[in-house]
T-cell receptor, first 113, second 116 residues
Framework: DAKTTQPTSMDCAEGRAANLPCNHS???????VYWYRQIHSQGPQYIIH???NNETNEMASLIITEDRKSSTLILPHATLRDTAVYYC??????????????FGQGTILTVHP | DSGVTQTPKHLITATGQRVTLRCSPR?????VYWYQQSLDQGLQFLIQ???????AKGNILERFSAQQFPDLHSELNLSSLELGDSALYFC???????????????FGQGTRLTVV
């Protein structure tokens, strides 16, 4: 998997947008960016993924820079339940194993009241 | 609810013993993955099975083994347990992709193993 770099921790006020950055400067042209999160020892939860266009779903938005070397996960209205570890992952391209993931340390997001 | 079921939720056993963890994937998912999460190592990929056959191997100890059965459920067997094997063990499943389609993995809620 391409190496990713994320801040160790971030804080966010409840109701505000949480913007979580990820650097993946060694990403290849056909590799996707995935985001997962893990809420306090629960199983990791898929959030969103994208290749080069911005993506949005009911949970979050993913903004990928034009050169694809970095991305930002946006939680538009963070709630206390969004407090979790967020992982940015770039799996190897061409594989068919979407669950074979390399989890780094992730970003600990703490949402405050 | 991810649709992936793991049993048991908690397991306490003694050193030297053997345990079996069970995983039922989402309906229709052919791939099953096992992960270990300990305090000092983070989430580590152990092994993947696809439709009954081993497909990928990570940092899985020789004392650990897995299999996937015809009904697609999987079992992770841990033997000669040591204190350091205490961890959360997660199972995940995913569909097998069609050309050009990327998809995601779905994780179970894990089995917390405590070796005393």
């Amino acid at each position: 998997d391409a190496k990713t770099t994320q801040p160790t921790s971030m804080d966010c006020a409840e109701g505000r947008a949480a913007n979580l950055p990820c650097n993946h400067s060694t990403i290849s042209g056909n590799e996707y960016v995935y985001w997962y999160r893990q809420i306090h020892s629960q199983g990791p939860q898929y959030i969103i993924h994208g290749l080069k266009n911005n993506e949005t779903n009911e949970m979050a938005s993913l903004i990928i820079t034009e050169d694809r070397k970095s991305s930002t996960l946006i939680l538009p209205h963070a709630t206390l339940r969004d407090t979790a570890v967020y992982y940015c992952i770039v799996p190897n391209a061409g594989g068919t194993s979407y669950g074979k993931l390399t989890f780094g340390q992730g970003t600990i997001l703490t949402v405050h009241p | 609810d991810s649709g992936v079921t793991q049993t048991p939720k908690h397991l306490i056993t003694a050193t030297g013993q053997r345990v079996t963890l069970r995983c039922s994937p989402r309906s229709g998912d052919l791939s099953v993955y096992w992960y270990q999460q300990s305090l000092d190592q983070g989430l580590q990929f152990l092994i993947q099975y696809y439709n009954g056959e081993e497909r990928a191997k990570g940092n899985i100890l020789e004392r650990f083994s897995a299999q996937q059965f015809p009904d697609l459920h999987s079992e992770l067997n841990l033997s000669s347990l040591e204190l350091g094997d205490s961890a959360l063990y997660f199972c995940a499943s995913s569909v097998e992709p069609r050309t050009g389609l990327n998809t995601e993995a779905f994780f179970g809620q894990g089995t917390r193993l405590t070796v005393v």
